[in-house]
């Protein structure tokens, strides 16, 4: 059974910079791809950034310039730096991963972090 675990959430200033964290239970080479969501309240979920397998990576417009997401396939460790952090990135932030197995994609989730950015 996958498990991802982030951490690094917290309450920073607006400007302010923070890195989360998402620890794989095994290899994240069996990944397809992987990739951060939020979830403000009252919103639905939305892609923050994602990287695939072959080190391509894509970004909402919002966070562009500002975030940054990469992997660690030594320690099976994805993360996203996020700098110039403003009030409107105040969210739950959840690490996922894709897999594909005879054409199905499967996704699985971690248990998500808060981030608050406070003006």
């Known amino acids: 059974q996958v498990q991802l675990v982030e951490s690094g959430g917290g309450l920073v200033q607006a400007g302010g910079s923070l890195r989360l964290s998402c620890a794989a239970s095994g290899s994240i080479f069996s990944f397809n791809g992987m990739g951060w969501y939020r979830q403000a309240p009252g919103k639905q979920r939305e892609l923050v950034a994602d990287?695939?397998?072959?080190?391509?990576?894509n970004y909402a417009d919002s966070v562009k310039g500002r975030f940054t997401i990469s992997r660690d396939n030594v320690k099976n460790t994805l993360y996203l730096q996020m700098n110039s952090l403003k009030p409107e990135d105040t969210a739950v932030y959840y690490c996922?991963?894709?897999?594909?197995?005879?054409?199905?994609?499967?996704?699985?989730w971690g248990q998500g972090t808060q981030v608050t950015v406070s003006s």
């Open positions: 990287i695939r397998s072959g080190g391509s990576t």
């Open positions: 996922a991963a894709d897999r594909v197995v005879t054409k199905v994609t499967l996704k699985y």
